[in-house]
């Protein structure tokens, strides 16, 4: 599936950007091209499914710095794959540390690029429903009240019912009516259910 993926282009050498994105269409994918990562910053929209191929080398922001202003200022997790004439090891360690799909030195082999976009695609699957999966979860807990909250933390935490009313002053018959009305909420169907969710919070 590739019409539903888009791979962003970003380089700043109009050439490599040209040929880039032709590849890319031929191959069936959406292809978005920037000169710059700064129209590509004020033009991103991560709910998009797609990964960026980035240049390191540009002027006002190198790859490397788009990169951390992507994870950090817009909560993007977008993968990407740098492309790179001006590739040397301690850069590419660095953007791989920092979560990169892969490091590629141009001229890049088409096999290696696509190889390097089917794993980022991958990938950005698997983040989509992880934080899917943890929208669900906390439009969930939002429906709790807020004695609901610490009795569903408190369980988690491994305390028992007695041991949950002793802490919060009240009746074990009325912990256990939270403990019920909170595994109903989140759709819970046992005790490991709600602690694999407290874990994904």
Same mark, same amino acid.
């Given at each position: 599936m ?13 050439? =490599?950007?040209? $040929?880039?994105?032709? /590849? ?5 994918? #959406? +292809?978005?091209?920037?000169?710059s ?12 499914p $797609?990964?960026?191929? /980035?240049? !390191? +080398?540009m002027?006002?922001?190198? $790859?490397?710095?788009?990169q951390? =202003? ?8 977008r993968?990407l794959?740098?492309?790179t004439?001006?590739?040397?090891i301690?850069?590419?360690?660095? +953007?791989m540390?920092?979560?990169a799909?892969d490091?590629?030195?141009k ?14 695609q991958?990938?950005?699957a #698997? ?16 429906t709790?009240?807020?004695? *609901?909250?610490? !009795?569903f ?9 007695? #041991?949950?009313a002793?802490?919060? $002053?009240? +009746? ?6 939270h403990?019920?009305?909170?595994? *109903?909420?989140?759709g ?6 709600? =602690?694999r969710?407290?874990?994904?919070l």
């Amino acid at each position: 599936m590739t019409e539903n993926f888009t791979v962003y282009v970003v380089d700043d050498d109009p050439g =490599v950007l040209k $040929g880039m994105c032709r /590849l890319l269409r031929a191959r069936g994918y #959406q +292809a978005s091209p920037y000169a710059s990562p700064r129209l590509f910053l004020e033009e991103h929209d991560s709910a998009v499914p $797609g990964c960026a191929i /980035l240049d !390191v +080398a540009m002027p006002d922001l190198n $790859g490397l710095e788009l990169q951390r =202003v992507l994870a950090t200022t817009t909560g993007s997790h977008r993968p990407l794959v740098f492309v790179t004439g001006k590739g040397d090891i301690p850069t590419s360690v660095r +953007a791989m540390k920092a979560g990169a799909i892969d490091f590629l030195t141009k001229p890049v082999k088409d096999e290696h690029l696509f190889d390097a976009i089917s794993r980022a695609q991958e990938k950005d699957a #698997q983040l989509r429903k992880v934080h899917s999966e943890l929208e669900s979860i906390r439009g969930k807990v939002a429906t709790l009240t807020p004695r *609901e909250r610490e !009795v569903f933390a408190l369980v988690v935490a491994g305390r028992m019912n007695k #041991q949950i009313a002793g802490d919060l $002053g009240t +009746a074990e018959k009325t912990i256990k009516i939270h403990r019920s009305r909170v595994m *109903e909420k989140l759709g819970a169907r046992a005790l490991a259910d709600l =602690v694999r969710m407290a874990e994904k919070l």
